[in-house]
């Protein structure tokens, strides 16, 4: 079953509003990390929050990581058309085997009208 | 620098027939990642190699599915016997690999169709 659940599944704005998604997961991770999709087709890192930080930004991206609740939220400021895609929580593993493996959520996917 | 490249793009075969799927990664990365995705879902782990290890095939689904990795680069996914749910979009990635690297670099995947 897949680590990671994003919260809501489809998000509709308008340009200029914020959007915030959610991830939760289950077991402990070394790192999280936030990618984008467009069109289906190959993903994007946008960021990375690691096991021991809380927040992190990256240009218009907020990502806070709550390790008690197993949950991350991701916000994107001042959003635009060119914003709308999928977006895909992954959950990481250190260690053994599973060094470097990720788990993906199901994506949530955000629509930013004109 | 050139990013993952994938082939063939685009791939329609008929249900029994073995299709490969290849994978470059970008030069350098030790680690390669094969994902599948199914229409409107998420990225489902099949099968990952790092350097000289033994691959970890945990996500494979069946036996059909194998994939090897040749002079620690270029990638081949092989399906044999195709069945129509191995319809999906094929997703590899590389990680340049080290103790403190995780951001994975997609390419832009195979799309399969098995009719």
């Known amino acids: 079953s897949q680590q990671g659940e994003e919260d809501p599944q489809a998000l509709s704005i308008q340009e200029g509003e914020n959007a915030t998604m959610n991830c939760s997961y289950k077991t402990s991770i070394n790192n999280l990390q936030w990618y984008r999709q467009n069109s289906g087709r190959g993903l994007v890192h946008l960021i990375l929050i690691r096991s021991n930080e809380r927040e992190k930004h990256s240009g218009r991206l907020r990502v806070t990581l709550d390790t008690s609740k197993k949950s991350s939220s991701l916000l994107i400021t001042a959003s635009r058309a060119a914003d709308t895609a999928s977006y895909f929580c992954?959950?990481?593993?250190?260690?053994?085997?599973?060094?470097?493996?990720?788990?993906f959520g199901q994506g949530t996917i955000l629509t930013v009208h004109p | 620098g050139a990013g993952v490249s994938q082939s063939p793009s685009n791939k329609v075969t008929e249900k029994g027939k073995d299709v490969e799927l290849r994978c470059d990664p970008i030069s350098g990365h030790t680690a390669l990642y094969w994902y599948r995705q199914s229409l409107g879902q998420g990225l489902e782990f099949l099968i990952y190699f790092q350097g000289n290890s033994a691959p970890d095939k945990s996500g494979l689904p069946s036996d059909r599915f194998s994939a090897e990795r040749t002079g620690g680069s270029v990638s081949t996914l092989t399906i044999q016997r195709t069945q129509q749910e191995d319809s999906a979009v094929y997703l590899c990635?590389?990680?340049?690999?080290?103790?403190?690297?995780?951001?994975?670099?997609f390419g832009p995947g195979t799309r399969l169709t098995v009719t």
């Open positions: 992954a959950t990481g593993l250190a260690g053994g085997t599973s060094y470097g493996k990720l788990t």
């Open positions: 990635a590389s990680r340049r690999g080290g103790s403190d690297v995780y951001e994975q670099y």
